[in-house]
């Protein structure tokens, strides 16, 4: 049977998350701030590189307020080319040993589709969220790894690999598409008993700017399901193309597009920009505690 959704019973309020033994409170918006060690990332690929450039931008992160890094070893940008698992895996290792080793109270996510990627990093550092662009789809091995590893999950919506999902996407409604989705993988991550789950409409991916508009118009939609949403717009051709702008330039129009999301019930704000998307939360918290 299909869950959706209507049957509200199935989910559960989260307001808090748990990673490595701590519990993370997200009764009110944080940040995860990004972190590419790639070099083909549509904005910041080839700034991260070193130990030295990789520990200062996650010092940033710390000091800005992020409460996650977001590590990605492969860029997963519309038009990006698929490289191995043993070179992602090769990218991923030192930054993350080097970041758990100088900031071991941080919480990681990993930003991978790929389990075996998942079981080698936990090898490595132990616990850390799985931020899988794939939403399951990519790799059907991962829903039983994160559940036997007992790892937070972000299931993502995306329509089509990076090299065609761009390619005229269609929907007939894409918010009820999305939700679909994520209500049919959420009630798998359910079964194999997954409890920390978080959603990510897939802002991007397989989506064109009119589809990207609309679901952040209607992103109180996503609160059915009671769980904790991701939102991750940051510097994203949905914005910089409207504006007629480039990634550099799209800065004021993130933070535009971040408090539209926070306003929808966003819990967690994935973005390049630490220090601009705290200050919206607090803004957004201000204006909320007010009414």
């Known amino acids: 049977m299909l869950f959706t959704p209507n049957d509200k019973s199935f989910y559960r309020k989260k307001s808090t998350l748990n990673l490595n033994g701590h519990l993370i409170d997200l009764s009110s918006p944080v940040v995860m701030g990004i972190l590419n060690i790639t070099p083909d990332s549509f904005y910041d690929g080839g ?49 993350v040993t080097i970041i758990k080793r100088e900031f071991p109270d941080i919480s990681l996510s990993i930003d991978t589709y ?52 761009q390619n005229n996407p269609v929907y007939t409604d894409v918010v009820k598409e999305v939700i679909l989705f994520l209500s049919a993988q959420v009630q798998k991550l359910k079964q194999l008993g997954v409890c920390d789950i978080l959603l990510d409409p897939g802002f991007g991916f397989g989506k064109s700017a009119t589809h990207n508009y609309e679901l952040l118009n209607r992103l109180d939609a996503f609160r059915i399901f009671e769980l904790p949403i991701v939102v991750g717009l940051s510097r994203k051709a949905m914005i910089w193309k409207e504006l007629n702008l480039t990634p550099d330039q799209s800065l004021n129009g993130t933070t535009v597009l971040n408090t539209l999301a926070l306003a929808g019930g966003c819990d967690i704000l994935r973005v390049h920009d630490v220090k601009e998307a705290i200050e919206a939360i607090k803004l957004v918290d201000n204006t909320k505690n007010c009414s």
Do not use: C
């Open 47 to 95: 700034r991260y590189n070193t130990d030295i450039t990789i520990l200062k931008r996650a010092a940033q992160i710390i000091e800005e307020g992020g409460r996650f890094i977001d590590i990605g070893g492969m860029s997963t940008r519309p038009g990006a080319e698929e490289i191995s698992q043993e070179e992602e895996i090769g990218r991923l290792l030192p930054a």
């Open 114 to 165: 790929r389990s075996e990627v998942v079981q080698q990093v936990y090898d490595e550092i132990g616990d850390f969220a799985v931020n899988d662009v794939s939403g399951g789809t990519f790799d059907l091995q991962m829903f039983a790894k994160v559940a036997s590893l007992n790892l937070p999950y972000v299931l993502m919506h995306t329509k089509g690999k990076s090299d065609t999902m």
